[in-house]
């Protein structure tokens, strides 16, 4: 198993809400209507060999904006000092068009 695929894995469904968006407020590839959302979440340190496999597999992460499901993956690793490299937030959205 891949560190980006255990990642997903262990992110945990955090919530879901219905969103509505206007005719004048939609973005390009967004239809107006009723949308729901669903979030998952995970945070967590991983040690030093999931952390730099999970480096290589950053341009794997899915990002769809157009259609009616969206989603949309980030992926923070690490930080500017060596006691943070491990750190790894993880966070996964899908929106879903509902109705118009």
């Known amino acids: 198993m891949s560190a980006l695929n255990w990642?997903?894995?262990?992110?945990?469904?955090?919530?879901?809400?219905?969103?509505t968006i206007t005719a004048e407020s939609a973005g390009e590839g967004t239809k107006p209507g009723l949308w729901r959302v669903d979030r998952w979440h995970f945070r967590g340190v991983l040690g030093a060999g999931m952390a730099t496999g999970i480096r290589k597999e950053l341009s794997k992460l899915v990002k769809v904006q157009s259609g009616d499901i969206q989603t949309n993956e980030v992926l923070r690793i690490g930080g500017q000092y060596r006691?943070?490299?491990?750190?790894?937030?993880?966070?996964?959205?899908?929106?879903?068009?509902?109705?118009?």
């Open 7 to 19: 990642v997903r894995d262990k992110a945990e469904h955090k919530e879901t809400e219905f969103m």
């Open 83 to 100: 006691s943070e490299y491990g750190n790894c937030e993880f966070s996964k959205t899908v929106y879903e068009w509902m109705s118009a």
